[in-house]
């Protein structure tokens, strides 16, 4: 089971921290992404990280320098820290262990939190 936490509202130019608590999973084998999926559009792939420490990240280019991916192995907790926010990052937003973008499949993926940025 994945758990997000984090959204709210906040203005231009802010920041938030969403977070993602796994729940009988061997944390360390499985890679995780976030996801958003904005009112009426389908879901966006937001950034990746590989598996054990997390080495490899990545990021959808609407994102890139903006938004940070890293994970706790000890907590089990999957953090997406954004800063610079803009109106256009407005979504729910979705944590996935094995998430693969060819097929869209992933193997759990969380309930979302949802991100609104706005005066």
């Known amino acids: 089971q994945l758990v997000e936490s984090g959204g709210g509202l906040v203005q231009p130019g802010g920041s938030l921290r969403l977070s993602c608590a796994a729940f009988g999973f061997t944390f360390r084998v499985y890679d995780f992404s976030w996801l958003r999926q904005a009112p009426g559009k389908g879901f966006e792939w937001v950034s990746f990280?590989?598996?054990?420490?997390?080495?490899?990240?990545t990021y959808a280019d609407s994102v890139k320098g903006r938004f940070t991916i890293s994970r706790d192995n000890a907590k089990h907790i999957i953090y997406l820290q954004m800063t610079d926010l803009k109106p256009e990052d407005s979504a729910t937003y979705y944590c996935?262990?094995?998430?693969?973008?060819?097929?869209?499949?992933?193997?759990?993926r969380g309930k979302g939190t949802q991100v609104t940025v706005s005066t």
């Open positions: 990280i590989s598996t054990g420490d997390g080495d490899t990240t």
């Open positions: 996935a262990a094995d998430y693969r973008r060819d097929s869209g499949n992933w193997y759990s």
